[in-house]
């Protein structure tokens, strides 16, 4: 009876976990937090003495903002900036990632979709829109002739994200998040050298030109980089409003006759 009951109270706390957004178990081995208690370190005093050095806290702080400008002018092509972006420390959250998701496509494809941040199942596999959302990207290409896997010119599409890490439960990037790797993100752009970019939903509207209310900016042409810039929806949110598909496939025949035009 003890058992079961203690299985239900389990079966609860895990169910309040997962509500409030925890998509992945830590550990593999159960840790009893009541007995940790007891055997806690103490805080650390971090007074120090006249001739000791400074104490962390003092320590200036990189300036990793600057750290990623750096980083991301110097980098000459698109392997050095994957390496750079791969190797920057300035965000807390590529210590909770699997894996670097960089990009996926053809670099110098007329077009390049810019998504969010990578989900679980980018975070598994290391490339971006693999999961469901992905997929129905690669739908949607396909409508107006464009294939991930293709290297010909008129079908070649390259893709990848604001973040290259995957955000904790997939929450939404935060402003210094965004900010922090913007910096990379134009330099991506540079590199790939697109004729046209299409923005992915709200994140990287906000990383790239500065705005969001992805419903109303949708379908209109804006400018980033001296390119031209298509806001649409996230495929993840066509997933859940299945009803703004029409309005997407609207967006995707101004993107194909924008490609026709510079042909
Ligand atoms: N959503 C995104 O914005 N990017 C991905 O790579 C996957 C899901």
Not at 102 to 120: K, L, N
Not at 196 to 205: A, S
Request: hydrophobic share 50%; glycine share 10%; net charge positive.
């Amino acid at each position: 009876m003890e058992s079961a009951q203690a299985w239900i109270g389990a079966k609860a706390l895990l169910e309040w976990y997962v509500e409030l957004g925890a998509v992945d178990a830590v550990g593999d081995a159960p840790v009893n937090r009541y007995e940790l208690a007891e055997t806690a370190p103490k805080p650390r005093s971090v007074a120090r003495s006249a001739h000791a050095p400074l104490a962390l806290a003092d320590a200036p702080k990189t300036d990793h903002l600057a750290q990623a400008r750096r980083l991301a002018g110097a980098a000459g092509d698109l392997a050095a900036l994957a390496a750079a972006m791969r190797g920057f420390d300035g965000l807390e959250l590529k210590k909770g990632a699997r894996n670097f998701v960089f990009a996926d496509g053809t670099p110098g494809a007329p077009v390049m979709i810019v998504g969010e941040a990578p989900g679980a199942d980018e975070d598994r596999i290391g490339k971006p829109f693999v999961g469901r959302a992905g997929q129905l990207l690669d739908r949607m290409l396909a409508a107006i002739g464009l294939d991930r896997a293709s290297a010909e010119a008129g079908r070649a599409v390259y893709i990848t994200n604001v973040l290259p890490w995957r955000p904790p439960g997939n929450r939404t990037p935060t402003a210094e998040e965004m900010a922090m790797m913007v910096p990379f993100l134009e330099r991506h752009i540079t590199l790939a050298a697109p004729e046209v970019l299409i923005l992915m939903g709200n994140v990287p509207c906000a990383a790239l030109i500065g705005r969001s209310g992805i419903l109303r900016m949708r379908g209109q042409w804006t400018q980033a980089l001296g390119k031209p810039v298509m806001p649409m929806t996230h495929p993840a949110y066509l997933l859940r409003n299945p009803a703004a598909k029409r309005e997407a496939w609207a967006d995707l025949l101004e993107i194909q006759a924008k490609l026709r035009q510079g042909r």
